[in-house]
């Protein structure tokens, strides 16, 4: 890379839409002229999942806005961009066609490149633009509606070590809260409720820890969940606030376990590959929680592998990893065209069939 690179990123494959502009200069860490994020919350909380059809319509009323505001926030016009990147998939298709027309729209009446990304390359480069990890690291991506463990060689290269086969650890966290009556967003509820009890109350499955391999699974934990609460209402006439303590304790503390383990064959696996610096990444909603945080920086400190847990608001869907992403990716001499196509379903590594998780926020790869 030679010249700075200001690259306009779009990102709307699920309930945020989101546009940012960044400025990728060789051998310096990014930096994010805006990022500007419009979540849709309020207007799916109603059906207890995001709707696809709303979830779009709201895309293709706020991408415009959203781009103009990055842009002003960035003191910048076309004029001074050099590409602009956006999410072609994997995510909800509607969502998706809307970012991809609106950066075509872009591409074709200011003569900007193209550059398709997608999303989960959008997370998994995050730590490059936080923080400028080298090639090759190892990236957990744990959210409502992903979880992937990946070795990352390249901007357009990765190995994908293992997924959920079933729910993400978001939506396991989001499912309890909403057995136990606590309140939306669930995983920082229960991580507050769980911070109250004992871990050791209840014993909760650790899925799949007795199969090989790094693929995880959480649907069976959320009904062991419901089981044990029932179980507990018949005993003790209702939920008393120590049990509801308890059992978030109990469920967190299989989740960590899991996800420590499965990190630990995915680091005994990459660790011999890595070369002298090895560097382990977390990012995804679910990475803000402590407990899971603290399991994860444990065992990078007893491989000596490099801890990086990039800030929330960028393990979060963002428009600025898309932009990352791109510049990336355009250094790497990628161009798209009007033929560009958006794809509900992405695999990152391209030589392992697609996960069949599916999370409540969309099919992803
Ligand atoms: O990455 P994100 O904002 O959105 C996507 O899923 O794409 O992640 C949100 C998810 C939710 O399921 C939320 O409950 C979970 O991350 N989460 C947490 C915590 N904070 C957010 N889970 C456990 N502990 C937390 N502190
Ligand atoms: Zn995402």
Same mark, same amino acid.
């Not at 994997?90 to 591409?107: Q, T």
């Not at 080298?134 to 463990?149: D, T």
């Not at 899991?258 to 990459?270: F, G, Q, W």
């Not at 509900?344 to 030589?351: A, E, F, M, V």
């Given at each position: 890379?030679?010249?700075?690179?200001?690259?306009?990123?779009?990102?709307?494959?699920?309930?945020?839409?989101?546009?940012?502009?960044?400025?990728?200069?060789?051998?310096?860490?990014?930096?994010?002229?805006?990022?500007?994020?419009?979540?849709?919350?309020?207007?799916?909380? *109603?059906?207890?999942?995001?709707?696809? $059809?709303?979830?779009?319509?709201?895309?293709?009323?706020?991408?415009? #806005?959203?781009?103009? +505001?990055? /842009?002003?926030?960035?003191?910048?016009?076309?004029?001074?961009?050099?590409?602009?990147?956006?999410? =072609?998939?994997?995510?909800?298709?509607?969502?998706?066609?809307?970012?991809?027309?609106?950066?075509?729209?872009?591409?074709?009446?200011?003569? #900007?490149?193209?550059? =398709?990304?997608?999303?989960?390359?959008?997370?998994?480069?995050?730590?490059?633009?936080?923080?400028?990890?080298?090639?090759?690291?190892?990236?957990?991506?744990?959210?409502?509606?992903?979880? +992937?463990?990946?070795?990352?060689?390249?901007?357009?290269?990765?190995?994908?070590?293992?997924?959920?086969?079933?729910?993400?650890?978001?939506?396991?966290?989001?499912?309890?809260?909403?057995?136990?009556?606590?309140?939306?967003?669930?995983?920082?509820?229960? $991580?507050?409720?769980?911070?109250?009890?004992?871990?050791?109350?209840?014993?909760?499955?650790?899925?799949?820890?007795?199969?090989?391999?790094?693929?995880?699974?959480?649907?069976? #934990?959320?009904?062991?969940?419901?089981?044990?609460?029932? +179980?507990?209402?018949?005993?003790?006439?209702?939920?008393?606030?120590?049990?509801?303590?308890? /059992?978030?304790?109990?469920?967190?503390? =299989?989740?960590?376990?899991?996800?420590?383990?499965?990190?630990?064959?995915?680091?005994?696996?990459?660790?011999?590959?890595?070369?002298?610096?090895?560097?382990?990444?977390?990012?995804?909603?679910?990475?803000?929680?402590?407990?899971?945080?603290?399991?994860?920086?444990?065992?990078?400190?007893?491989?000596?592998?490099?801890?990086?847990?990039?800030?929330?608001?960028?393990?979060?869907?963002?428009?600025?990893?898309? *932009?990352?992403?791109? *510049?990336?990716?355009?250094? =790497?001499? +990628?161009?798209?065209?009007?033929?560009?196509?958006?794809?509900?379903?992405?695999?990152?590594?391209?030589?392992?069939?697609?996960?069949?998780?599916?999370?409540?926020?969309?099919?992803?790869?």
């Amino acid at each position: 890379m030679i010249e700075p690179l200001t690259i306009l990123g779009l990102e709307s494959s699920c309930d945020d839409t989101a546009a940012a502009v960044v400025r990728v200069s060789p051998n310096e860490t990014a930096h994010i002229l805006s990022s500007v994020v419009y979540g849709q919350e309020g207007l799916h909380s *109603a059906f207890g999942g995001v709707v696809p $059809e709303i979830a779009a319509r709201a895309h293709a009323e706020k991408l415009d #806005l959203c781009v103009k +505001q990055a /842009l002003i926030e960035a003191d910048c016009s076309f004029g001074s961009l050099d590409a602009v990147a956006v999410t =072609a998939g994997p995510g909800l298709i509607g969502g998706v066609m809307s970012g991809v027309m609106c950066a075509k729209g872009i591409s074709a009446g200011t003569g #900007l490149p193209l550059i =398709a990304v997608n999303h989960l390359a959008g997370h998994a480069l995050t730590p490059r633009l936080t923080d400028n990890v080298a090639y090759p690291y190892l990236m957990l991506l744990v959210s409502g509606g992903h979880c +992937q463990i990946l070795i990352v060689h390249g901007c357009d290269s990765f190995t994908r070590l293992g997924g959920t086969i079933d729910d993400a650890p978001g939506e396991a966290f989001d499912k309890t809260a909403r057995l136990l009556g606590l309140p939306r967003p669930g995983g920082p509820a229960v $991580e507050r409720e769980a911070d109250l009890g004992n871990p050791a109350s209840y014993k909760f499955p650790r899925p799949l820890l007795d199969r090989e391999g790094c693929d995880m699974s959480f649907s069976g #934990l959320k009904t062991a969940l419901l089981r044990t609460r029932d +179980q507990v209402i018949k005993e003790n006439g209702g939920l008393k606030p120590l049990d509801r303590a308890n /059992l978030c304790a109990g469920f967190q503390t =299989a989740i960590t376990d899991v996800l420590v383990e499965k990190t630990r064959r995915a680091l005994d696996i990459y660790l011999p590959t890595a070369g002298r610096n090895p560097g382990f990444a977390v990012a995804g909603g679910v990475a803000a929680n402590k407990t899971i945080r603290a399991g994860l920086e444990t065992i990078c400190k007893e491989t000596g592998t490099a801890f990086f847990a990039p800030p929330i608001a960028l393990c979060t869907d963002n428009a600025a990893m898309i *932009a990352f992403a791109g *510049a990336e990716l355009f250094v =790497a001499g +990628q161009r798209n065209d009007m033929t560009l196509a958006a794809r509900p379903r992405w695999p990152l590594d391209r030589s392992r069939p697609a996960l069949l998780g599916s999370g409540k926020k969309g099919a992803k790869a």
